[in-house]
C-alpha cells in the first residue's frame, strides 16, 4: 500500500478535527496580578538594557508604582461589587474573585509597598568607594570574601534584581490567595517560592549565613512542595478533577462519578485523608506552624532583614489565604476528620512558639518564634468553621502584616561595625541613647504581645471569639495562656531597653531615609489605629468573609 493510502486512512479513521475553543480570560478581573506581573519582567528588561547607574532608581520607581496600581485595581474591583454580589469564578474556573481574596490582596500589596521601602533604603550603612549601600550583596553571584566580591564592592555594584525578584513573589501569592484549583494553586506556591529563596541569599553583610538561610529554606521548601504536589495527584485520583467546587460536590457525596477512567478509585476515602493531609502539610510549612516551622528562625535570621519582614508578614497572609479556601471551600464536608488535627496542630504551635521564644538571644529568631506562635493564635479562628472565622482571620493578618514589617523595620536600624546588631544584649540601655526608636519598637512589641488599644489585642480578641463562638473553647484557654507567656519575652525585651545601663561600646542608631521612616510610621499608624478604632476594619473584614464557591 502507498503512504498516500495510508495516510488518507489515517486521516478517515481519527475523522474531523474538532475546533478548539479560545480559553475566556477575565483581563480586568486579573488586572492586580497582571501588573505585578508585568512590572517584574518590566524589571528584568532594565536589567538587560538600562545602564547600571540607573538601575536601582528605576526598579525602586517601577515596584511602588506597579505595587500602588495594582491595589487601585484591588479598592476598585471591591467598589464594583466584585467582593460581594458580582463574586465568581474567573479564567476558566483556576482563579476566584471573592470577598476574602480581594482583602488578602490588598493586604498583601500594601505590606508589599512598605516592604519595597525598607529594600529601596540606602542610608544606614556609611558609603563605600564613594556609593551608597543597601542591604543586599554588591554582586550575588560572587563567592563571599573573593576577589570578585572586593572589585564590585570597589567599583559601587548594587543587586537591583531584587526588585523585580520581589515582585514575581507578591505576583504569585496574589494567585496563591485566589486559586479555585490544585494545579493553579500549585504553580502560584512555586512562582513566589523561588524568589524568596534566591533573595534570602542576598544579605551584604554576613554573606555564609544568609546562603545557608537559603540553602535551608530551599531544602525543607522542596520537600513541602512535594508533599502538596503528591497530595494533589492522590485528591485526583480520589475526585477526577483538580477543580476545587468538584472535590468538595465528591466529598459530600453530591457527585458520584466524574471520569470512566477513574471510576476504580473515585470516592475512595483513604486517597481523600492522605491527599487533603498532604496539600495542609505544604500550607502549614508556609504558614510556619509547628511541626512544620523548623526554617523559621534559621531563615529569619540569616536572611536579609527586608527580606525577612516581607517573608514574615505577605507570606504568612498568602499562605492563610491557601489554607482557609482548600478547608472552608473544598473540605468543609470533613471537618470532623482534619478539626481534631488543627486542633492539635494549633495549641502545640501556639505553647512552642511562645515557650521556645524565652531562651532566645537574637532579636530577629526572638521574632521568628513570636510569629510561630501568631500562626497558631490564627489558626483558632481558622478552626472556628464560622463566617466569623473567615473575617477574624483577615483582620488579624491585615494588622499582624504591618507590624511585622515595622518591627523588622526598627531592626535593620540598630547597628555596629559589623552590620545589623541583633543580639539582645546589644539593645541594653537603647531607650536612653535612642528613646524615639526605643519606644516605636516597644510598641510593636505590645502590639505582639496582645495589649488593649495596639492592633494585636483586637485581633486576637476576634479570632478568640470566634473560636469560642465555634466551639474550640479549651483552645480559646491554650491561646490566652500562650499570650501570657510570650507577653513575658516581650516587656523582657522592653525593661532591657528602658531599664538598663547602655554599654559605652554599644551600637549606634543609623538615622534612616524617608524610605524606612515611612514603614515604620505606617505601621505604628496602623498598629494604633486597629487598636483605637477596630470597628470599621472589623465590618470590611466581615463583608469580605464569604468565599465565592
Given at each position: 500500500?502507498?503512504?498516500?493510502?495510508v495516510h488518507s486512512?489515517w486521516?478517515?479513521?481519527?475523522g474531523?478535527?474538532?475546533?478548539?475553543d479560545?480559553p475566556?480570560?477575565?483581563?480586568?478581573?486579573?488586572?492586580?496580578?497582571?501588573?505585578v506581573?508585568?512590572?517584574?519582567?518590566?524589571?528584568?528588561?532594565?536589567?538587560?538594557?538600562i545602564?547600571?547607574r540607573?538601575?536601582?532608581?528605576t526598579q525602586?520607581f517601577i515596584?511602588?508604582?506597579?505595587?500602588?496600581?495594582?491595589?487601585?485595581a484591588v479598592?476598585?474591583?471591591?467598589?464594583?461589587?466584585?467582593?460581594?454580589?458580582?463574586s465568581?469564578?474567573a479564567?476558566?474556573?483556576?482563579?476566584?474573585?471573592d470577598?476574602p481574596?480581594?482583602?488578602?490582596?490588598?493586604?498583601?500589596?500594601?505590606?508589599?509597598?512598605?516592604?519595597v521601602f525598607?529594600?529601596?533604603?540606602?542610608?544606614?550603612?556609611?558609603?563605600?568607594?564613594?556609593?551608597?549601600?543597601?542591604s543586599?550583596a554588591?554582586?550575588?553571584?560572587s563567592?563571599?570574601g573573593?576577589?570578585?566580591?572586593?572589585a564590585?564592592?570597589?567599583?559601587?555594584?548594587t543587586?537591583t534584581?531584587v526588585?523585580?525578584?520581589a515582585?514575581?513573589?507578591i505576583?504569585g501569592m496574589?494567585v496563591?490567595?485566589?486559586?479555585?484549583?490544585l494545579l493553579?494553586?500549585f504553580?502560584?506556591?512555586?512562582v513566589?517560592s523561588?524568589?524568596l529563596?534566591?533573595?534570602?541569599?542576598l544579605?551584604?553583610?554576613?554573606r555564609?549565613m544568609s546562603q545557608?538561610?537559603a540553602?535551608k529554606?530551599?531544602?525543607?521548601?522542596?520537600f513541602?512542595s512535594?508533599?502538596?504536589l503528591?497530595?494533589?495527584?492522590l485528591?485526583?485520583?480520589y475526585?477526577g478533577?483538580?477543580?476545587y467546587s468538584t472535590i468538595?460536590?465528591v466529598?459530600?457525596?453530591?457527585?458520584k462519578?466524574?471520569?470512566?477512567?477513574?471510576a476504580g478509585?473515585?470516592?475512595?476515602?483513604a486517597?481523600l485523608i492522605?491527599?487533603?493531609a498532604m496539600?495542609?502539610?505544604?500550607l502549614?510549612?508556609?504558614?510556619?506552624a509547628?511541626?512544620?516551622?523548623m526554617w523559621?528562625p534559621?531563615?529569619?535570621?540569616?536572611?536579609?532583614?527586608?527580606?525577612?519582614?516581607?517573608?514574615a508578614?505577605?507570606?504568612?497572609?498568602?499562605?492563610?489565604?491557601a489554607?482557609?479556601?482548600?478547608?472552608?471551600?473544598?473540605?468543609p464536608?470533613?471537618?470532623?476528620?482534619w478539626?481534631?488535627?488543627?486542633?492539635?496542630i494549633?495549641?502545640?504551635t501556639?505553647?512552642?512558639?511562645?515557650?521556645?521564644?524565652?531562651?532566645?538571644?537574637d532579636i530577629?529568631?526572638?521574632?521568628?518564634y513570636?510569629?510561630?506562635?501568631?500562626?497558631?493564635?490564627?489558626?483558632?479562628?481558622?478552626?472556628?468553621?464560622?463566617?466569623?472565622?473567615?473575617?477574624?482571620?483577615?483582620?488579624?493578618?491585615?494588622?499582624y502584616?504591618?507590624v511585622?514589617?515595622?518591627?523588622?523595620a526598627?531592626?535593620t536600624?540598630?547597628?555596629?561595625?559589623?552590620g545589623?546588631?541583633t543580639?539582645?544584649?546589644?539593645?541594653?540601655?537603647?531607650?536612653?541613647?535612642?528613646?524615639?526608636?526605643a519606644?516605636?519598637?516597644?510598641?510593636f512589641?505590645?502590639?505582639f504581645?496582645?495589649?488593649p488599644?495596639t492592633s494585636?489585642?483586637?485581633g486576637?480578641?476576634a479570632?478568640?471569639?470566634a473560636a469560642?463562638?465555634?466551639?474550640?473553647?479549651p483552645?480559646?484557654?491554650?491561646?490566652?495562656i500562650s499570650?501570657?507567656i510570650?507577653a513575658f519575652f516581650?516587656?523582657?525585651?522592653?525593661v532591657?531597653?528602658f531599664?538598663?545601663?547602655?554599654?559605652?561600646?554599644?551600637p549606634?542608631?543609623a538615622?534612616?531615609?524617608?524610605l524606612?521612616?515611612?514603614t515604620?510610621?505606617?505601621g505604628?499608624?496602623?498598629t494604633?489605629?486597629?487598636?483605637?478604632?477596630p470597628?470599621y476594619?472589623?465590618d470590611l473584614?466581615?463583608?469580605?468573609?464569604?468565599f465565592?464557591?
Open positions: 500500500m502507498s503512504p498516500t493510502a486512512l486521516t478517515t479513521a481519527a474531523p478535527i474538532s475546533k478548539i479560545a475566556k480570560i477575565e483581563y480586568g478581573q486579573l488586572s492586580p496580578t497582571l501588573i506581573i508585568g512590572a517584574a519582567v518590566v524589571g528584568i528588561l532594565v536589567e538587560a538594557f545602564p547600571r540607573s538601575r536601582y532608581y525602586a515596584a511602588v508604582v506597579a505595587l500602588a496600581a495594582a491595589f487601585a479598592v476598585g474591583l471591591a467598589a464594583g461589587g466584585y467582593g460581594t454580589t458580582k465568581h469564578i479564567a476558566m474556573g483556576a482563579i476566584a474573585v470577598g481574596s480581594l482583602f488578602l490582596q490588598g493586604t498583601i500589596l500594601l505590606a508589599g509597598i512598605v516592604a525598607t529594600f529601596a533604603e540606602r542610608r544606614l550603612d556609611p558609603e563605600a568607594h564613594g556609593s551608597r549601600v543597601d543586599f554588591a554582586q550575588g553571584s563567592v563571599p573573593s576577589d570578585a566580591e572586593q564590585a564592592v570597589r567599583a559601587g555594584f543587586t534584581e526588585f523585580p525578584l515582585l514575581f513573589a505576583g496574589l496563591f490567595t485566589s486559586a479555585n484549583d493553579t494553586l504553580v502560584a506556591l512555586e513566589f523561588l524568589p529563596y534566591l533573595l534570602c541569599a544579605a551584604r553583610r554576613k555564609l545557608e538561610a540553602v529554606y530551599f531544602l525543607l521548601g522542596a513541602a512535594a508533599f502538596t503528591f497530595g494533589i495527584a485528591l485526583y485520583g475526585a478533577s483538580v477543580s468538595a460536590q466529598v459530600d457525596g453530591s457527585i462519578t466524574v471520569d470512566p477512567a477513574l478509585t473515585m470516592g475512595n476515602d486517597l492522605m491527599g487533603a496539600v495542609v502539610m505544604g502549614l510549612f508556609k504558614v510556619g509547628v511541626p512544620f516551622h523559621t534559621d531563615v529569619y535570621q540569616g536572611a536579609p532583614t527586608p527580606v525577612t519582614g516581607l517573608m508578614a505577605a507570606t504568612k497572609v498568602a499562605a492563610f489565604g489554607l482557609l479556601r482548600l478547608l472552608y471551600v473544598v473540605l464536608g470533613m471537618s470532623w476528620d478539626r481534631p488535627v488543627m486542633w492539635a494549633a495549641i502545640i501556639m505553647l512552642g512558639g511562645a515557650i521556645v521564644a524565652i531562651t532566645q538571644t530577629k529568631r526572638l521574632l521568628a513570636s510569629s510561630i506562635a501568631h500562626a497558631g493564635f490564627i489558626l483558632a479562628g481558622v478552626i472556628a468553621m464560622t463566617p466569623d472565622g473567615v473575617s477574624s482571620v483577615l483582620f488579624y493578618l491585615a494588622g502584616s504591618f511585622t514589617i515595622g518591627a523588622f526598627v531592626v536600624l540598630v547597628r555596629d561595625a559589623g545589623e546588631a543580639h539582645l544584649s546589644k539593645w541594653a540601655g537603647l531607650g536612653r541613647r535612642s528613646p524615639l526608636v519606644a516605636v519598637f516597644a510598641v512589641l505590645l502590639a504581645a496582645g495589649i488599644l494585636g489585642f483586637s486576637k480578641f479570632v478568640f471569639k469560642a463562638d465555634g466551639g474550640a473553647t483552645l480559646v484557654v491554650v491561646g490566652v499570650s501570657a510570650a516581650y516587656i523582657r525585651v522592653i532591657l531597653m531599664f538598663s545601663e547602655p554599654k559605652p561600646e554599644g549606634t542608631v538615622v534612616p531615609s524617608a524606612t521612616t515611612t515604620i510610621a505606617i505604628v499608624a496602623v494604633v489605629v486597629l487598636g483605637v478604632a470597628q476594619f472589623l473584614a466581615s463583608q469580605a468573609g464569604v465565592v464557591r
